[in-house]
């Protein structure tokens, strides 16, 4: 079935779309672009940490702006917490437009138990000159930054973003120009404590209506027809998922491919905690005979969410899908390979980006770029990975068994926090 069939945004043809693996390969192109940008520098992500690959993006991004460069920046409060303060100060001393999505309350405020602290702004997205996008998994966080290390040398974390030029890119712009405005809206909403609540809400809501009157129409009619058209070029969509118009696009994506799958499946997430439907579209693929595999990790960055996560390798495993844990380092990709399609970006298959966080992915109809995202994915799964039995379950010790059925649990107990439980039966 065609793709334009079984998803809802548009799809963009006539794109250029570069994989780059690691940081090593992802961090020196994104700060050349910066170094290049002419005219705007848009950046959002969940971390940036003031480690040696931080400085050199706070750096990269001053200079842009001593060049005369419009430069913005969206952090995430929690995310990117141990810095934020740091971060917001030194950009804004400079002349940067820094914003902070969701700032971690402070003093007693902080152990407040407080659902809507769990909305966080996941995705990590840079575009340069409206014309050059970036999308992916990596933060702003050094490579080797507190990964583990056997002895022989540590291993970077393992993960992806895609560098996006053509008509995809208005798509990404678009975006985020709609979380810009619309956390000028709630500083506006909020207002001044000086100036009374009605007056300042209507000079809020007057100013924001005619940026965002005047930001539609300059994007809508002109900017696209702006872009250049590749030729070859990769069929691409860009997905979001929000707490408002697209609160379920990238899991449905994941479905439908799934659902249209005919030989293979390969996917590489970090947290692997999916709800029900999309647990029963991934052993229906395996009953048709689709090989379906899953990279997931065999270090624990984060406790729980692991536990949680091998608690469900038993019925995995019975409905006929392969298991492989991921040993050099840390994994921390979110990419899969369906058939022909492809995706890279920022959401996890777990609770907290299908149902909390603002994520973004690029999902690919083109069959060179699959295949190289798959041959990279099978390459580590063959040197890195070790792939996991039922055997293996029988062998692992029942206090072990009992830390996973208890982190389950827990993770099933934040799901009802969002109320959503009954999709996580």
């Not at 940490?49 to 929690?78: K, P, S």
């Not at 379920?248 to 590489?268: K, V, W």
Request: proline share 4%; hydrophobic share 40%.
């Amino acid at each position: 079935m065609p793709a334009k069939e079984f998803f809802l945004p548009v799809w963009r043809d006539g794109n250029r779309i570069d994989l780059l693996h690691n940081g090593i390969a992802y961090f020196p192109a994104l700060l050349d672009a910066i170094d290049r940008a002419e005219r705007t520098v848009h950046l959002e992500t969940y971390i940036f940490n003031l480690d040696r690959t931080g400085e050199a993006f706070m750096a990269g991004l001053i200079r842009a702006r001593q060049r005369g460069v419009r430069v913005r920046v969206v952090i995430d409060g929690f995310g990117s917490s141990a810095h934020a303060e740091d971060i917001h100060r030194r950009l804004m001393e400079a002349g940067v437009a820094c914003r902070v999505y969701r700032p971690e309350p402070s003093g007693i405020r902080n152990w407040r138990i407080d659902p809507r602290r769990l909305r966080r702004l996941h995705r990590k997205v840079a575009v340069i000159d409206q014309r050059e996008a970036y999308v992916g998994g990596i933060n702003i966080l050094d490579d080797f930054e507190d990964v583990p290390d056997d002895g022989d040398g540590p291993r970077p974390r393992f993960d992806f973003a895609v560098r996006v030029r053509g008509p995809l890119v208005f798509d990404i712009v678009r975006s985020q120009d709609r979380l810009w405005l619309r956390m000028s809206w709630r500083k506006l909403w909020r207002g001044d404590k000086a100036v009374s609540a009605k007056g300042y809400r209507r000079k809020g809501w007057n100013e924001t209506y005619a940026r965002v009157s005047e930001w539609w129409g300059k994007r809508g009619k002109h900017m696209l027809k702006s872009y250049p058209v590749y030729e070859p070029g990769c069929r691409a969509i860009f997905l979001l998922r929000d707490n408002l118009r697209f609160r379920q696009s990238i899991e449905t994506a994941y479905m439908r491919a799934l659902e249209h799958a005919r030989s293979d499946a390969l996917i590489a997430n970090a947290y692997f905690f999916p709800g029900r439907r999309l647990r029963q579209v991934l052993a229906q693929a395996a009953a048709r005979g689709v090989r379906v595999r899953l990279l997931l990790q065999g270090r624990s960055e984060y406790p729980m969410q692991y536990r949680a996560c091998r608690y469900m390798y038993r019925k995995l495993l019975g409905r006929g899908i392969e298991i492989h844990e991921y040993m050099a380092s840390y994994l921390h990709a979110k990419a899969a390979v369906i058939d022909n399609y492809a995706t890279v970006g920022s959401s996890n298959l777990d609770p907290f980006s299908l149902l909390l966080a603002r994520e973004a992915n690029v999902f690919t109809d083109d069959p060179e770029f699959a295949q190289e995202l798959r041959a990279i994915l099978e390459k580590e799964m063959a040197s890195s990975a070790r792939q996991v039995t039922l055997d293996d379950l029988q062998k692992r010790s029942w206090l072990g068994q009992l830390i996973d059925a208890l982190s389950y649990m827990m993770l099933r107990v934040g799901v009802a926090l969002t109320g959503r439980a009954s999709e996580y039966d």
